[in-house]
Nanobody, 122 residues
Framework: QVQLVESGGGLVHTGGSLRLSCAAS????????VGWFRQAPGKEREFVAR????????YYTDSVRGRFTISRDNAKNTVYLQMNSLKSEDTAVYYC???????????????WGQGTQVTVSS
């Protein structure tokens, strides 16, 4: 069975940092596109960042570019999202996902984690 498990969420003050992790079992990230999405209360799921596992190519949505960094650990089959300079608008449930296309659309991803809550207070 395939399982993606996010961790590292929490409550931080504006300007703080968090590091999210997504560990995979039952699937190896090699040759996958691995992305981070988020969903705030009352809003649709939003693309945040993605990485092409094999090449290391990364892409970020404009609102997080320069503040967030997506990275991978091949040996641990784990993807990370380092979040710095956090803002209140970053508050959301963050999900990791894996798919076969370099896309910002949730529909392009077929393995999903359960999500981890990130709350940024003013």
């Amino acid at each position: 069975q395939v399982q993606l498990v996010e961790s590292g969420g929490g409550l931080v003050h504006t300007g703080g940092s968090l590091r999210l992790s997504c560990a995979a079992s039952g699937v190896t990230f090699n040759d996958y596109i691995v992305g981070w999405f988020r969903q705030a209360p009352g809003k649709e799921r939003e693309f945040v960042a993605r990485i092409a596992w094999s090449s290391g190519y990364t892409y970020y949505t404009d609102s997080v570019r320069g503040r967030f960094t997506i990275s991978r650990d091949n040996a641990k089959n784990t993807v990370y999202l380092q979040m710095n300079s956090l803002k209140s608008e970053d508050t959301a449930v963050y999900y990791c996902a894996a798919g076969g296309m370099h896309s910002s659309s949730p529909e392009s991803y077929y393995y999903w984690g359960q999500g981890t809550q990130v709350t940024v207070s003013s």
